[in-house]
């Protein structure tokens, strides 16, 4: 059976050693480098959590040293249900694991193309007619070119406030 903690702030590492030094398995799910990144390099070592703040350990149904997990450095909190630690069964974590290794490298949005026309739906620039510029590495993120006080000003926004113009 696997249960989760919630961690401080980009403590997930920290929390998984810890928790490794009791004798618990741990996972932290984390999506794959970019496909261009150079390895080594900043953008390769950076890591991409699926669940940001939260890692996933394995103890056996008779554990009993739950205060060793609470006050582990940089947990914030155990996830419980009814007042006992909850439970992800096995089957859920290896599902997880199965659908993060079949996932492409890079999951840049190529839901739109360079040139395209688009229109914002939402924000501050919404109802407004763009030109899609080009995707950004960052996930989901697009770079739009919208014509603003008799120019083209590119602007960087989330691909989902974006719909075929």
Excluded at 16 to 35: I, W
Excluded at 75 to 102: F, I, S
Excluded at 117 to 137: F, K, N, T
Excluded at 156 to 165: F, H
Aim: hydrophobic share 40%.
């Amino acid at each position: 059976m696997w249960h989760v903690v919630n961690t401080a702030p980009n403590a997930e590492l920290q929390v998984s050693r810890v928790l490794g030094l009791h004798g618990l398995r741990t996972y932290t799910a984390e999506f794959r480098s970019a496909k261009h990144t150079r390895p080594g390099s900043t953008r390769d070592r950076r890591h991409r959590w699926v669940f940001p703040g939260y890692v996933f350990f394995q103890a056996g149904r008779d554990y009993s040293s739950w205060s060793h997990v609470r006050s582990a450095p940089g947990v914030r909190r155990l996830l419980e249900q009814d007042g006992a630690p909850a439970g992800v069964e096995d089957a859920v974590v290896e599902c997880l694991r199965q659908r993060l290794t079949a996932l492409p490298p890079d999951r840049l949005s190529t839901r739109f193309t360079p040139g395209e026309r688009v229109v914002v739906e939402r924000g501050p620039l919404a109802m407004v007619d763009a030109i899609v510029d080009r995707c950004l590495p960052a996930r989901e993120r697009v770079s739009i070119l919208v014509h603003l006080l008799g120019r083209l000003i590119p602007v960087e926004v989330d691909s989902s406030i974006l719909r075929a113009g």
